[in-house]
């Protein structure tokens, strides 16, 4: 069983920055991805950035919205994946999830959820 734990969202203004972390308990991170979601109100649940983890190897990825914006990394000694946003803007204003799961043949599976934290970015 994986528990993941989002924190670090909260109101910023635009141009500002936050660091969301997505603690994670049991061992998620060989074989498979984790993963940053956001929704927001009226849309839909869109895949932000993705880490994997294969043979000790990490790749990212990242929608074109917030690329060059926004990095993914993971810290493997505390079992916790970050995703630093720089740049905000009001269409950044979400709830983020935090996934993680198998992927195969590019498709990730998000087999486990954190609870969500807000992102407010307003003025």
């Known amino acids: 069983q994986v528990l993941l734990v989002e924190s670090g969202g909260g109101l910023v203004q635009p141009g500002g920055s936050l660091r969301l972390s997505c603690a994670a308990s049991g061992s998620i991170f060989s074989d498979n991805f984790i993963g940053w979601y956001r929704q927001a109100p009226g849309k839909e649940r869109e895949l932000v950035a993705t880490?994997?983890?294969?043979?000790?190897?990490?790749?990212?990825n990242y929608a074109d919205s917030v690329k060059d914006r926004f990095t993914i990394s993971r810290d493997s000694v505390k079992n916790t994946v970050y995703l630093q946003m720089n740049s905000l803007k009001p269409e950044d204003t979400a709830v983020y999830y935090c996934?993680?799961?198998?992927?195969?043949?590019?498709?990730?599976?998000?087999?486990?959820w954190g609870q969500g934290t807000q992102v407010t970015v307003s003025s």
């Open positions: 996934a993680a799961g198998p992927v195969y043949s590019g498709i990730y599976y998000a087999n486990y």
């Open positions: 880490i994997t983890s294969i043979s000790r190897s990490d790749t990212t």
